[in-house]
């Protein structure tokens, strides 16, 4: 039996069975459905894209997988010197591994080791109110291999603060030799509640930081925001890639950390070293079709595509109103309509998918992340069932 995320398993509907999919589509028994979430905001490329479909079965003809304990393959060393040459800065060094939920793990034990290895005590992450980083818990906890641990032992601590300058500063000013870390969502805090907020608050964050400066941009990387990368306007320490990364296609992510960071651990002691390793690190199906993503995303002016989705979203939804509705945010290739009480959204899931759109709203939140191929008149069919739910009577 099938235990689904974030359900109670008694009372859960039964979920909607897909059984093709290919542009921006999926295809139930009885339904063609518009994906206005990207499957959890990762099929950028849409389904069935020829041509990332031939890179995974090309690559599937040489060997699907290899281990870099020990070993590596052309498709990781290409991958790893296109991020170097395609992200910004001196944002070189990239540790692969198969989830953003542990990519967000290795920056958070890279931070914490970084000072560790330089023989400094600094316990305190801070992080942003209603933050997401992922699922994962207590995994090394119940571990018990010194191997692994030794660089951890300190006890850690977690501060947060809102999105905010004045509480920023103050949380430098109370806490500053004390932090190895600020991780953030940049601009658009997905989970959380499709929070977003202003560079200038990201601007203040890289003036103050002395710890290392972490960008998680699972979620908002490749365009999102409306910008290639927030890491563009501001520099952090240490970036986290996952969903886009790979247009949805296979389950992979990447950490990718600057000079100052990897040279903390570039050492002949052999105790300095990043003791950590997914298995499926660096799969040679990810890379090769992370690789023709890339290539896809430049050649086919993405961000040009992202432009005139933001322009639609706010040409189809500003001043929308309605009692129920508390605000409606746009940004890039996100629009949340927030509602003031989650029970308003009750039943709108069946109702866009009879009008065939899939949506999956969350708490007091009716979103779209879209597949950015999306042509105009699809997009305009989600807010138009967005718009109706509210108009129904």
């Known amino acids: 039996m099938i235990w689904y995320p974030y359900e109670q398993m008694k009372t859960m509907r039964e979920p909607y069975k897909i059984l093709d999919a290919e542009g921006v589509y999926l295809y139930t028994k009885d339904q063609k459905l518009i994906d206005s979430v990207s499957s959890w905001w990762c099929m950028i490329h849409g389904y ?12 599937a003809d040489h060997f699907c997988h290899v281990m870099l304990g020990g070993l590596t393959h052309e498709p990781v060393q290409k991958l790893s010197d296109k991020l170097q040459e395609y992200l910004p800065g001196d944002l070189d060094y990239c540790f692969f591994s198969d989830s953003g939920s542990v990519a967000v793990e290795v920056s958070l034990k890279m931070a914490l ?7 400094r005590k600094r316990p ?6 209603h933050a997401y980083h992922g699922d994962t818990f207590k995994a090394m906890e119940v571990g018990d291999d010194e191997d692994y641990h030794f660089a951890f032992e300190e006890k850690t601590g977690v501060v947060h603060i809102p999105t ?17 870390c600020f991780i953030v969502e940049p601009l658009l805090q997905g989970a959380g509640g499709m929070r977003m907020y202003d560079i200038s608050f ?7 930081c002395d710890a290392l400066l ?3 941009e699972v979620a908002t990387g490749f365009g999102r925001t409306g910008n290639r990368f927030v890491a563009d306007l501001v520099l952090p320490d240490i970036l986290v890639l996952g969903k886009a990364l790979t247009g949805g296609y296979i389950g992979h992510a990447v950490t990718v950390a600057n000079h100052k960071v990897f040279d903390a651990f570039y050492s002949d002691n052999d105790r300095h070293a990043l003791m950590h390793g997914p298995t499926f690190m660096g799969n040679a199906l990810a890379c090769a079709v ?10 086919e002016n993405y961000m040009g595509k992202i432009k005139r989705i933001e322009e639609i979203s706010h040409r189809e939804m500003d001043g929308f109103t309605d009692p129920r509705i508390r605000e409606v945010r746009i940004m890039g290739g996100c629009t949340c309509v927030e509602v003031h009480d989650g029970a308003a959204l009750e039943g709108f899931q069946q ?24 042509e105009e008149e699809e997009l305009v069919q989600i807010f138009d069932v967005m718009k109706a739910w509210f108009r129904r009577g």
């Open 113 to 119: 080791q970084y000072n560790t290895n330089q023989g």
């Open 164 to 180: 905010e300058i004045a509480a920023l500063e103050e949380a430098f000013e109370k806490y500053h030799d004390e932090l190895n």
């Open 202 to 208: 990201l601007k203040r964050a890289r003036e103050l």
């Open 48 to 59: 069935k894209h020829p041509e990332l479909t031939a890179a995974i079965k090309e690559q």
């Open 351 to 374: 109702f866009a998918y009879e009008r065939g759109v899939f949506c999956r709203p969350f708490l007091k939140y009716m979103y779209s992340m879209v597949p950015y191929i999306i």
């Open 290 to 299: 992370a690789l023709k993503g890339i290539e896809i995303f430049e050649r």
């Open 124 to 129: 305190l992450v801070l992080a942003l109110e």
């Open 214 to 216: 972490i960008f998680d």
